[in-house]
Every structure is written in structure tokens, then in C-alpha cells.
């Protein structure tokens, strides 16, 4: 009987033991695995932060068409979104980095907005099937105060009508 109790007790401590390295494991890969998931999250939030900074301007969607004048003649493209300091230019053939260009924007019910820019960047290496719109983002530079007047104007009645 003394035998009996004795094997009793040394199963119930292995199986108590074994129990207890299992709990530890398994907290120790959890905590693990949070702490992965919460670094790869902080970083992504570093980096949008970390481009929202860069813009000066609030970013408005539109839809205004535009002609683009540059070194390699004219091409007639769509603007989908657009800020005191630059837009993002939808445009089947993407101009180089660093390009510059004149872009006359057909602003809605304002006419025609002649503008200087230049490429600060372009999809134009990336494969069709890894993005939404062929294009390239452009930065205003070089502008007239009216022309920058006239653009601020264009942009606020446009925000404004989004609201309405």
C-alpha cells in the first residue's frame, strides 16, 4: 500500500510539474508574441506619423482634369487629390523625380490655374498590379502670390461644398 501511495504521489508531482512548465511556456510565448505584434504596430504608426508631418497642407479629394506641360510635350491628366503645396497627378506615363513641369488645373466654375511644379515622386517603376492609379505626387513651386491665392480659394470652396 506504502508502494502504491508512493507512485501515486510521484505521478501526481510529475503531472503537477509538467503542468506548470506547460503554463510557463505558454506564457513566455504569448508575451513574446505580444510584444512582436505591439513593436511591428509602433512602427507603422512611426511611420505614418512621421509622413502626415512632412505635409505642411491638408490634403483635399477631387476630381479635377489638368494639362501637363514638360520636356516631353503635353499630356492631358486627372488630379485626385490636392493641397496648397502640392496633388497627386493620375497619369499613364509618370515623369522622372525631381522633374519639373507646368500644369494648368481645370479648378470647377474658376477656370483654368496655371502652375509651376516639380516631381517629388512617381509609380512609374512599380508593377501594374501593385497599384490603384498610375501617377506621380508633384510639389507647386514657383508660383505668383495671385495664382497661390487662387488655388487656396479653389481648394477651401471645394472643401467647403464637401460639407454642404
Not at 485626385?80 to 479648378?107: H, M, Q, T, Y
Amino acid at each position: 500500500m506504502e508502494n502504491t501511495l508512493i507512485v501515486n504521489s510521484v505521478g501526481i508531482g510529475g503531472a503537477v510539474f509538467v503542468g506548470i512548465v506547460f503554463v510557463c511556456f505558454i506564457v513566455v510565448y504569448l508575451k513574446k508574441r505580444m510584444a512582436h505584434d505591439q513593436s511591428n504596430q509602433s512602427v507603422s504608426v512611426r511611420k505614418k506619423i512621421s509622413w502626415e508631418e512632412k505635409r505642411r497642407h491638408p490634403r483635399v479629394a477631387i476630381s479635377w482634369g489638368a494639362t501637363v506641360e514638360s520636356r516631353r510635350g503635353t499630356d492631358d491628366v486627372q488630379l485626385k487629390n490636392i493641397s496648397l503645396g502640392g496633388a497627386f497627378v493620375v497619369c499613364p506615363r509618370p515623369l522622372g523625380l525631381n522633374e519639373k513641369l507646368k500644369i494648368a488645373i481645370n479648378v470647377p466654375h474658376r477656370g483654368c490655374l496655371p502652375l509651376n511644379a516639380e516631381v517629388v515622386w512617381s509609380n512609374a517603376n512599380v508593377p501594374d498590379d501593385k497599384i490603384v492609379n498610375r501617377g506621380m505626387g508633384i510639389r507647386f513651386v514657383a508660383n505668383i502670390a495671385e495664382y497661390r491665392d487662387r488655388l487656396k480659394a479653389a481648394i477651401s470652396a471645394d472643401f467647403e461644398d464637401a460639407f454642404h
